[in-house]
């Protein structure tokens, strides 16, 4: 079967295949004109959409969320309006509904906050999304290398030529192979446990492909990455799977068995205070809450405090 792209070789007998949405016919003749005019007119207009009336499209292009950058973006999308238009093209099988090509993150900030999304409308074939939606994010120069990586292997999964795929992230076809060679390597579902990982390169993907290679290793990783959960670092949670993966020691410092605080209450019943052991120490918290003046005492008793519990727990050895 031949790839879709941009390019098409092979003999005289050979015909490209058509994409899964052909560009339409325009119309001859002066209609046919009028039409096209209208067409364009309103293509370099910027419309006022409905967020519930744009959902995905194109291919999956973030491996995870940034909640804080998403929060960020919401707060200035609340209080500057949106500067940028996303840009959108018209559902074929749903009249009204439209597909994002690119801004998926501003509609998703704008859905939340109940707004109506500024979009340019295209009517794009879907190799015309692919390519708009990866220059857009090659524009941006955000997206982590496996990212661009997996992008490649999914355009490449739908029977993209590499030419495409070479235009869609603007690189060369070299890179395209050292890319897809990693792409292949590791399924969407892997990927977002990890996230965008900006801080791990080609060869640190490569080693992470060579250990996950080892018997029974890869059933051995699919299991603890549920654990990846409670690290919020998306570049640590990479190299905890290339530990596991590599029987190495893990890169986390590990936790206090005790991390979690325990409330101190007054014999009122009030809470007075909190205890918790830190990677560095036993933490006392007095907060000021209904009590400021308490919280003050402690403070200039402190010293006296702790040189008292001392003592008393040196008499307690003695006596045991």
Known sequence: ??????????????????????????????????????TRLQE???????????????????????????ESLQQSLKTYGQQ?????????????????VYGRRRVRALRALGLPVKAMVRHLDDQALVLAQGQENTARKDLSFIEKASFAAQLDALDYDRQTIAAALSIDLPMVSRMLRVGRAFDIG???????????GRERWLKLEEAMQRPA????????????????DSDTRFEQVLAWASDAPSPLKP????GRARKVVSEAGYEIGKIRHGDKGLVLTVPHGDAPEFA?????????????LYDRWIKSRSED
């Open 217 to 232: 290793m890869a059933d051995k990783v699919e299991a603890c990455l549920p654990l990846l959960a409670d690290i919020a």
């Open 1 to 38: 079967m031949a790839r879709k792209g941009i390019l098409t070789t092979g003999n005289a007998t050979e015909t490209a295949q058509p994409s899964r949405r052909p560009s339409p016919t325009a119309p001859r003749g002066t209609v046919g004109a009028l039409q096209s005019s209208l």
């Open 255 to 258: 936790r206090a068995a005790t």
């Open 190 to 200: 892997f990927l977002r446990h990890i996230g965008s990982a900006p801080g791990i």
């Open 296 to 308: 003050r005492w402690v403070d200039a008793q402190a010293e006296d405090i702790v040189k008292d």
């Open 44 to 70: 370099s207009a910027v419309q006022e959409i409905e967020a519930e009336r744009i959902v995905d499209a194109g291919v999956a292009d973030r491996l995870g969320d940034d909640p804080v950058a998403d």
């Open 84 to 100: 940028v238009p996303v840009l959108v093209r018209p559902h074929a099988g749903q009249p009204g509904q439209f597909e994002i």
